[in-house]
């Protein structure tokens, strides 16, 4: 293992997984002799932003695969309305970005990994432009937009409200265009391939067909979030977790699962799919007010409605717990009304549908699980502790984001990181002359009884309650120790069969990923940043200024 990833690791504690027990290797068995084989130089598995800039890095001699869960346009990546953070003004400074980072991140950030991301930024953008991307411009400028805890102007958006939607949209032009890539949709990746405590590709689902087997010299994932987990969330169906969930199988060191973050506005309407109210909307001036009008948020931050999204989202959550409400409002009525439609079109649009005009009537908002910070540790490489395994994006723990992440800073990561992934895994792929056949002896002799007669939907539905109310926004040692022994009871029976086909996988990942949340949200006895203990309601640095990480080993025990 590197240097920089054992200096990381310096300020972990492990913590015991005793819920492992019921976690197979493998989803599948796995026959060599039975199932299909294909082989690349480079796997990539998630066709987000990481997934897509990691592609551009690759040596045109490497046949590279990129696959997809869903169709190519369906990413986290794709439906972030805010922008990227970078330093553009000329009165902004790279340290000023640095040390918002920092603040935001209650302590707990990487400063090498936090000065690299952001030194980097400007580059990215321009890489952005330059492939594509068309931001919003005012007189031939960048126009630059400000969010919670933000010292400068520097969000750099496009389409007012949809800048991952246009990025995205350039970014897949510009990868079909390699002729050394391969794009592979509705591919459902259902686990990593490890030989000899090694990374050497994925079992695969291909259009939900029998699973085939992809040996890569080198993978890299970049599978995103895992919103989903949660029955209030931002994220898209696909955003449950399956990155964080293969990784921890095939043995890789997880860390900083406890750091979930909730966005503070969620559309709100009873019965209908949850969606995202930028950022923005409060930089461009939105004020926040409760059930009686009342403008809460000087009650709790002089920072207003800008302070980091995990001190408006708790601030949301008390004045509701306060007011006895369901959910507060954003109002924009002080606002130009001609302005406040070209800047959020997106948004006036989704509130239009439900009889809501932005620039006259208060937008129902509440928290909703939004960005997972926690997930594969990774160096400054963009290396995962399993040889032969790189990540990028939301399913890894970099350092950037400490307990809190700064707004527009997550597409920022997935550019930094994709392209160091993608550099590295090339020039490892190229030093490996083949996919050496020896491994094909691999098998996996798990025992798996016979399925029986599971929901799936019920018990989904139900973990998301589970974990909403439990490992939520406000947590307790109680509710952590209730919801880690339901999670227990439902893995107990459905960890150990093969329910087989897509929702099953899913569901097995969502326990998977629920488990590692709910075992990190109760061993740190603190809050900090996203995870906030209502029973330890104050930041602990002398006792808990580190990482909290988690491995599974040794599957024959």
Known sequence: MEPALIDQMLQTQKITTPWSRW????????DPKRMGHYF???????????????????????RTMILTKDKVEESNSAYAQGGIASVWDPEDRFDNHIQDTLVAGCDLCDLRTVEMVVREAPERVAELIRWGTRFDQLDG????????????????????DATGKEIMRAMIQHTRSLSNVEICEEAYTIDLLTYDDRCCGAIVSIQQRAPV????????????????????S??????????????????????????????????????SSRTLITEAVRGEGAYLVDANGYRFMEDYDPRLELAPRDVVSKSIVAQMDKTQSACVYLTLAHLDAHYVRQRFPG????????????????IPVRPGAHYMIGGAL????????LPGLWAAGEVTSSGLHGANRLASNSLLEGLVYGALAGRHASEAALQDPTVSLSVLPIQNQMQ?????????ADIRNSVRSLMWRHVGVQRTEQKLEEALQQLNRYSSYVLSHQPGGIDGWELQNMLTVSLMMAQAALARTESRGVHLRTDYPKLDNPNWRKHLSMQVRDWAE
Not at 141 to 160: D, F, K, M, P
Not at 350 to 362: E, R, Y
């Open 234 to 271: 931002t994220n898209p169906r696909v955003a449950t977790g399956d990155g964080h969930a293969i990784a921890f199988r095939a043995g890789a060191l997880m860390r900083d699962m406890e750091f979930m973050q909730f966005h503070p506005t969620v559309l709100y309407i009873a019965g």
């Open 213 to 232: 087997l992809i040996w890569a010299k080198q993978t890299i994932l970049c599978t995103g979030g895992c919103g989903q987990v949660f029955r209030e």
């Open 448 to 456: 798996v009884a016979d399925p029986q007669e599971i929901d799936l």
């Open 40 to 62: 690349t130089d480079v796997l990539i598995i998630g066709g987000g932003l990481a997934g897509m800039r990691a592609a551009q890095e690759i040596d045109p001699s490497l």
């Open 347 to 362: 948004i006036a649009k989704v509130c239009q549908s439900f009889g809501l005009d932005i620039t006259k009537d208060a």
């Open 23 to 30: 976690i197979p290797r493998y989803l599948v068995a796995i």
């Open 378 to 385: 990774v160096d400054d490489q963009a290396r995962t502790s």
């Open 141 to 160: 400028a960048l126009v630059l937009g400000r969010e919670g805890g933000h010292s400068h102007q520097r969000i750099i958006h496009a389409l007012g």
